[in-house]
């Protein structure tokens, strides 16, 4: 199953992450996950311009013989094409396997964009378009005006079911799923103790993922196989600080699948960490 595995790379070039404790990665410890995911099957990366200096690490590393996966956001001074130009400088590659665009909902008053991404796909600069997504209604008002992706990334785990009835019809669509936030940036894999109020909602859950399963790598399985094991599902990104995460969370995917707590209603404020406490 680790050939399902995609390895997200914004610790690579930020202090990310709810549960990070050691901060940015180092360029020894990418090496160090670089290889080990390589020697264990995994053959995508995930990315972003938005990520710190990711693309140039990452670059540094040595990258071609990778599926990379970058996120990109409009901006008004630079068409696509630039954009993407310096992406692939930064990764020092050639093409990139995908290249999604963040804030896609843009298309509605930009849609003369999706024509030159068009271009640039056939021009062999990416193999594959599409968005990255954060709220169902986002991927149902670009589909209905007509933007049909060929790589979608999303959230998806064991509390976030948001996009479960559209991921079927994603995939008779023949659009590739990449799923995210399996762990919610680390928070399902976090002691109720050590959150604020603001997640009052989900501490329950976590009090009985804690009871359910004696330790985090059992925790770990748990959540990482709802997802993984999902027909329509291509990718599960996770980020990783260093080879021996990367291993541990690995090791889950041999185990016997076990059920999970029934999940609770989340609201968004939970959900996006975009809305959470920035302190």
Not at 71 to 78: A, C, E, G, I, V
Not at 126 to 146: K, M, S
Request: hydrophobic share 40%.
């Amino acid at each position: 199953m680790s050939a399902k595995i995609a390895l997200g790379s914004v610790q690579f070039g930020l202090d990310y992450g709810i549960s990070n404790q050691g901060g940015k990665t180092s360029q020894a410890e990418i090496v160090n996950i670089l290889t080990y995911a390589k020697q264990q099957g995994i053959d995508t990366l995930d990315t972003a311009e938005g990520y710190g200096d990711s693309e140039i690490r990452l670059g540094e590393c040595g990258v071609d013989a990778w599926q990379v996966v970058s996120k990109w956001t409009l901006r008004p001074d630079t068409s696509p094409a630039a954009q993407l130009a310096a992406t692939l400088q930064r990764l020092q590659i050639k093409q990139l396997y995908g290249y999604l665009l963040n804030q896609p909902l843009m298309l509605l008053q930009r849609p003369e964009i999706w024509p030159q991404l068009q271009v640039l796909q056939a021009e062999g600069h990416c193999r594959r378009i599409g968005f990255t997504l954060y709220r169902p209604e986002e991927l149902q008002q670009l589909l209905d005006a007509g933007f049909t992706p060929d790589l979608v990334q999303l959230p998806y785990s064991s509390v976030d079911q948001r996009f479960a009835t559209l991921l079927p019809q994603l995939q008779a669509a023949g659009v590739e799923i990449h799923s995210r936030s399996v762990f919610l940036q680390g928070l399902l894999l976090m002691s109720p103790q050590q959150l604020s109020d603001h997640f009052a909602a989900i501490k329950p859950y976590l009090t009985a993922l804690e009871q359910n399963f004696s330790t985090l790598g059992e925790r770990i399985a748990a959540l990482l196989q709802t997802v993984i094991t999902h027909p329509a599902v291509s990718r599960v990104i996770i980020g990783v600080n260093s080879q021996q995460q990367l291993q541990e969370n690995l090791a889950g995917l041999a185990q016997t699948a076990a059920l999970l707590p029934p999940a609770p209603q989340l609201a968004d404020s939970i959900l996006l960490p975009s809305l959470w406490p920035k302190s």
